[in-house]
């Protein structure tokens, strides 16, 4: 009788352990393949918003570069696209990296315009080129809106909200997924 107890007792507490144990390892994978997803891609193909992001830094810069040669350097559009830039570089949240790209975005806005307004001064070459950098800068902005991360983040969300997910979740520490929202 004595034996069974024990028995019991340490059925119930390998239960007990197990329980969050196996439920954080599963909670934890999902996390990390949405947050792949970010970085890496919906398919893993390495072209994820990350990469679209950093297409964006690189041109941002490319526009700036152009703008140098016939817009003050120290001008005020100038140097908010270049703020802008670096602030998305050094973004380290998905939700910080959200609100530098919204930022660059309005910046670039205001550079590609005041670039517009020297048309008559740019060469035919940096026409072109301030043309080609403002369409790769606006359709990396729409191939990030269409991209699958928040819907696999959302996913990752609706399953934390239920059970038994969301009391693993409070128990070892798994948050939501930010979105790129």
Known sequence: MYNKKIAIAVMLLMIAISIPFGGYRSLNKLYNQVNRAFYQGVDGDGL???NDLNNRIDNSYNLVTIAKKYIDADNAVIENTL???DSLVNSKSISDKYKANLRLTE???ELYTAL???ELKLTDQDKSYR???YSNLTSRNDTISHDGYNDKAAEFNNILEGFPASLISRVVGINKA???R
């Open 116 to 118: 517009g307004a020297e």
């Open 178 to 180: 930010e979105l790129f």
């Open 107 to 109: 910046a670039v806005e």
């Open 131 to 133: 043309r080609s950098l």
């Open 83 to 85: 703020d802008a830039r």
């Open 48 to 50: 994820g918003i990350e």
